[in-house]
């Protein structure tokens, strides 16, 4: 028995899709996924599997997240997946954080700028989704530090 005088009990953090202008149009289609929601996750193979070469862009957002590392995981294994079915030259990968490093523990972000660099996955520091141009398959980044916004093309 554990004796208190208040609990707080913190099941998740919760996701707001809507707070991302585009996001929940885009997600209805193959071209755009998350795997942070049971609703989305199932069409993360289909964005896989759809795929036909150009821009590949994960994201992690400028805020608290479930798992810091899931958005380099699903990165990776996009890049492993592209590889296996000898597709990868196709793509150009990108991984937009919000973050300052690459990750947030520094023994960890060193080897993990190693296998972006091996991997010729392209990091972008402090870069924030905010925008998402489903019909155009453009996506708006804003970098945190300066206010600049640039549009960056989804793959095919």
Known sequence: VIEY???VIATGIETNYERIPGLIDALATTRVCSI???KYVDGVFKAFRAFQGGNAIFTYPNGFVKC???PQKICYLFDDYLRRNHTRNSANIYYNTSLTDIFGVK???NALWKISRNRNIHVNLRTNLI???PHGRQAVFENLDTKDKCTMDVGM
């Open 36 to 38: 942070y929601s049971p």
């Open 131 to 133: 925008e998402v141009l």
């Open 107 to 109: 023994h960890y972000a």
């Open 5 to 7: 005088e208040f609990l």
């Open 68 to 70: 810091p590392g899931a």
